[in-house]
């Protein structure tokens, strides 16, 4: 039995593209449901991406080696293959470093004086354990350290298995392109494969090879800080995301010595924390997990990921860090993910504080038996889970199938092969490629979405433009949260890019996301102007990890400044550089343009100068619904459907002080030009429903718009969202241009898992939809019948 057997029956005359009549509904009814169930294993590879084929695979040599290895190595050796560390900061201060930390936090020390105190403090690399083979990788980004560390592990261990070094480079490593929540809203997945190859490239050369990314996590609560990190709200395009970033990072088909491993995270479902508050704990029934929390993983390992990281939360009552349900029985035996599965920092240690382990010895057990084949940052693993075998709490078997995971992925990388970096290969991007910037500067225009104009935009280039806030000169500000290899010298600002443009600008900082309001510049930027752009939003600090926030309007003083400049009866524009949706209503009524900036990277300020002047015509779409107040969170377009769906009647599923739609929808973006839908059509083919529709530019600009393919699953054996993405096609068209866009729905893509993680394919009554956003589409009913043949 396999899908491609399926074939299908559309009633009510999809061939003529109608909608259903009343009468043969009725018909309809009253046919019998067939249910088409697909257990575990096959359901796991129903919905196909890659073919795991990226990076290279093991040589029969390279497995006999590997066994080899295990049986030379003692218990303690493969707890060190077990071993992830970060570097431990020590001396120069009296204090811990966790309690300096939180100097900082509570404003005791400020943040430069933590700054000085890191520069001056001295890292210890455990040389003396590494050099007894007590060390697998390290967290670190300066190759000539990696080198000495590796010379260790190579030359000096007695088995000399080489170090594996990892880093976060969420959106790239020098080359820093937008935040994922932006970037994948360009729906360009040869982009998102791209900024993996360019990331892979860059920090290989320094020694790199492991990336602890791509960050996958669904989230549909903007109040979550790391909502910025992922591609944001909907599992079919997440997975889509996943799966190029995944190409990107571990295939690179001129030089696998490039290649680096990729690290799904944060496996699962950490993005659904209760109340959007970082680490809470998550709780949701199974048939959710898999249908949408779960999706961009198993994309991603069918794409060939090599390993995941587990996520701090627990799920269910469980901690993913100790969850064997999720590790073994899921990641392990259904996807069949053959590489190894690492904690998040500190997560083995904190199963203690979940309460879910006595001890670290038992917390080690619990992880190890769950299916945990590294530990990061503990030095649990390493210094107890000896003790857990020699009393039967751990079974040697789990070590070995863990460390030969972990061998087998050093191998594919090349380390045993290539384990240093050269002089010439760690000053290779001291400058950047041009190619690198003009892939920075593509990703940052095309993620751009605009949210408002009323006629503004685009800006003349003669314009006399006051630019105000303090977001629109702060270099760094232009990476986002968790950019650590991105260097101020590289990023242009808003400020930059308007004067690289030529335009006519003067700046006015009065006001950033903390701090105060300088009424007196305001003042000052209103006479100096015709028109006004006012960048206004978040630090990169207040999204990212432990960057919750409970109120998600614009944050401090900014939304004052922006009555004082509207006051003066110029035109405002407001250009918006934040990390997640914001709550911005009353921006939204009194602005007469708002574009949403993100924090697009190191070409941030080019690309914003030209969407400003109609250089390039904006065609981001949101990968996340805007709510109209924080109250609405967490809000998503495609929820379960609710027996009393939101409306102006009271008994309904709303708010008393809140409207029942968002600001912004899922998919949602403007251009300088329109696009107008029409003629959807559905046609039968046999594995697809095929679903066309004619797009006109009816503008006066070229353009680009994201056509979106939903779909809504009538009635079902469970509850089902009210829409789902199902595709999308980019198309350009010239002014006035006009084609038919076609977008194929596999059949087997019209499923959902039960609560068992059986994969259902139900007859029955199918709305799709089509249209440039989520809620603004056309729609057709048609009737699906799914047959087994053969
Ligand atoms: C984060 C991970 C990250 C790890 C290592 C943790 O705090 O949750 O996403 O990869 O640190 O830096």
């Not at 060390?135 to 560390?149: F, K, M, R, T």
């Not at 994969?759 to 048609?782: A, M, W």
């Amino acid at each position: 039995m396999g899908y491609s057997s399926l074939t299908k029956e559309i009633r009510n005359g999809s061939n003529s593209g109608k909608k259903v009549k009343k009468n043969e509904m009725k018909e309809m009814k009253c046919q019998k449901r067939t249910r088409i169930i697909i257990k575990s294993r096959f359901a796991a590879n129903i919905l196909k991406y890659g073919k795991g084929k990226h990076m290279k695979q093991l040589t029969e040599k390279q497995k006999e080696q590997i066994e080899v290895l295990l049986k030379e190595m003692t218990i303690e050796e493969k707890l060190g293959q077990m071993n992830q560390i970060s570097p431990s900061i020590v001396g120069g201060f009296d204090v811990s470093f966790e309690e300096l930390i939180e100097m900082m936090t509570d404003g005791r020390i400020s943040k430069e004086e933590f700054g000085r105190m890191m520069a001056g403090a001295k890292q210890d690399y455990h040389d003396d354990v590494n050099r007894a083979g007590g060390l697998s990788s390290v967290l670190i980004s300066d190759p000539e350290v990696a080198n000495q560390l590796q010379k260790i592990a190579v030359e000096e261990t007695r088995l000399g298995i080489p170090l594996l070094f990892g880093f976060d480079v969420i959106h790239g490593f020098r080359t820093v392109v937008p935040i994922a929540l932006a970037e994948a809203g360009t729906f360009e997945m040869d982009l998102i494969e791209k900024t993996g190859r360019i990331a892979a490239k860059e920090s290989r050369a320094v020694g790199i090879a492991w990336h602890f990314a791509p960050m996958v996590d669904i989230s549909r609560d903007a109040r979550w800080g790391r909502i910025s990190e992922g591609p944001g709200e909907d599992p079919y395009l997440a997975s889509a995301f996943a799966a190029a970033r995944v190409r990107g990072l571990q295939n690179d088909e001129e030089d696998s010595n490039n290649e680096v491993a990729a690290c799904l995270k944060h496996y699962a479902a950490y993005g659904a924390c209760e109340s959007g508050r970082d680490y809470n704990t998550t709780g949701m029934a199974l048939s959710m997990l898999h249908n949408t929390y779960l999706a961009p993983f198993k994309a991603a390992v069918e794409e060939g990921a090599v390993t995941v990281m587990a996520a701090f939360n627990d799920l269910n009552g469980i901690p993913c860090t100790v969850n064997k349900y999720l590790l073994r029985d899921i990641l392990k035996d259904m996807y069949g993910f053959e590489g190894f599965v690492v904690s998040d920092a500190n997560a083995i240690k904190e199963c203690v504080v979940h309460g879910i382990a006595e001890d670290e010895t038992e917390a080690a057990a619990k992880a190890m038996a769950a299916g945990m084949d590294m530990d990061m940052g503990t030095w649990i693993y390493s210094r107890k889970l000896k003790e857990a075998v020699e009393t039967g709490k751990a079974d040697i078997s789990d070590i070995d199938d863990a460390v030969r995971r972990i061998l087998s992925i050093k191998m594919r990388l090349g380390l045993f092969d290539h384990p240093y970096v050269t002089q010439e290969q760690m000053h290779r991007y001291d400058t950047l490629p041009q190619e690198h910037i003009a892939h920075a500067l593509e990703t940052a225009e095309k993620s751009i979405v605009l949210l408002k104009n009323e006629g503004v935009l685009p800006l003349e280039k003669s314009a006399n433009i006051s630019l105000v806030g303090a977001l629109a000169d702060m270099p760094e500000e232009v990476l986002g949260s968790w950019a650590i290899g991105g260097r101020a010298k590289d990023c242009v600002t808003i400020y930059q890019g308007l004067q690289n443009a030529g335009a006519a600008v003067s700046y006015h900082p009065c006001c950033g996301p903390e701090g105060e309001l300088d009424e007196a510049q305001v003042r000052m930027a209103v006479e100096a102007g015709d028109v006004i752009v006012a960048v206004v939003g978040e630090l990169a600090s207040m999204s990212g990890e432990a960057s919750s926030r409970a109120d998600i309007s614009l944050p401090g003083r900014q939304q004052e400044m922006l009555k004082m400049l509207l006051e003066s009866g110029k035109p405002v524009v407001a250009l918006l550089m934040n990390g997640r949706p914001l709550a911005l209503s009353w921006e939204k009524e009194h602005l007469p343009a708002m574009v949403e900036c993100w924090h697009l990277g190191i070409q941030m300020g080019n690309a914003v100068a030209h969407v400003l002047f109609g250089e390039v015509n904006p065609s981001g779409k949101l990968t996340c619904t805007f709510p109209a107040v924080t109250g609405q969170c967490p809000m998503y377009y495609n929820a379960p459907k609710t027996g009393r769906p939101g409306s102006k009647s009271k008994f309904t599923s709303r708010y008393l002080d809140a409207p029942v739609e968002p600001l912004y929808p899922f998919g949602y973006g403007l251009s300088y030009t329109e696009f107008t839908y029409s003629d959807m059509d559905v046609q039968e083919t046999k594995e697809h429903l095929q679903v066309r529709v004619l797009l006109k530019n009816t503008g006066s600009r070229d353009g680009a718009e994201v056509v979106q393919l939903y779909m809504q699953d009538v009635c079902a054996s469970i509850v089902r969202p009210v829409k789902e993405l199902k595709g999308f096609a980019k198309q350009y068209l010239k002014a006035g241009e006009s084609k038919t866009v076609t977008i194929m729905l596999p059949k087997y893509q019209m499923g959902f898992y039960d609560d068992q993680a059986r994969y259902h394919l139900e007859d029955g009554r199918f709305i799709l939809y089509i249209g440039g956003n989520s809620k603004d589409c056309l729609s057709q009913e048609v009737y699906v019948r799914f047959e087994i043949t053969g």
